[in-house]
């Protein structure tokens, strides 16, 4: 046999034995399991998105993509509007993080197509019809940072130095105490945080839930009562409303917990 022949003899044999592989090689690629790679971290009342300071980096290290929003926290119409805009400029999938307040802005903003699981961090998680005030009236404990809320003549809202220090941010340092204190954003109680959502994206996503066991500012048994409703996987800390300061490991984990578990391949 020539070399010529002998040449493509063993090409064709090469051929015969490598083409029958490739349908499964490329099923196993579109069978890959695709992880989210965006998250986008809603803050509370009377805060900003500089409160998710300590965690975005922890997560960032993780190779996974953060927005923090910029609530006006004027009204939750608004709030829902700024969290909207944030998702449209996401290329991809998104888990979407709610603190405190936070919850019910990602519990109506959350219903986007883009957000594939939802983590509330000490965050009110209502149902349709409910609102941040309403679902704390409906617990049988108030809260000790209720009385140290105070409003202007037109309903915005800022906490005491007492609330900052004994019920919002009892485990920071003095000297971020003061930073919360002085930077605080005013809330709309009226537009904002008695206003009830329309929708419930946890009723068709996948939720994980954060509880602070020594919250002063969302009763612990309302947390639990909130978790169970929406069927959350929970997470219990011993720690404070602000734990996304104090703790920010522990919640960076629970979100990153969220982030690895959305299978998208479904």
Known sequence: MSLFNKFWSATAIALSVAVPFLPSSVS????????????????GAWVDGSSWSRVIPLLESKGIHV????????????????????????????????????????????????????????????????SALSLLKSSTVEPPAASQIVPDSVGFTKISRKGIDEDFAEELPSLERDILFATQGPTSAPNALAVPVT?????????????????????????KTMAQK????????PASHLALLAHPQDVASVIEQAVRSVDQSK
């Open 199 to 223: 929708g419930a994206a946890w009723k068709n996503k996948p939720s994980w839930t954060l509880i602070t066991t020594k919250d002063r500012v969302i009763p612990l048994e309302l947390q």
């Open 67 to 130: 927005t923090a929003v910029q609530l006006p926290l004027t009204s939750l119409a608004d709030d829902v509007a700024a969290t909207q805009r944030a998702l449209a400029l996401i290329d991809g999938p998104v888990i979407l993080v709610g603190h405190s307040y936070g919850g019910v802005v990602i519990t109506q903003a959350g219903v986007d197509p883009k957000v594939k699981g939802l983590v509330y961090i000490s965050a009110f998680a209502p149902d349709s019809g409910e």
């Open 230 to 237: 929406i069927g959350s996987q929970v997470t219990t800390l």
């Open 28 to 43: 196993a690629q579109s069978d890959r399991k695709v992880q989210v790679e965006n998250v986008v971290l809603v803050h």
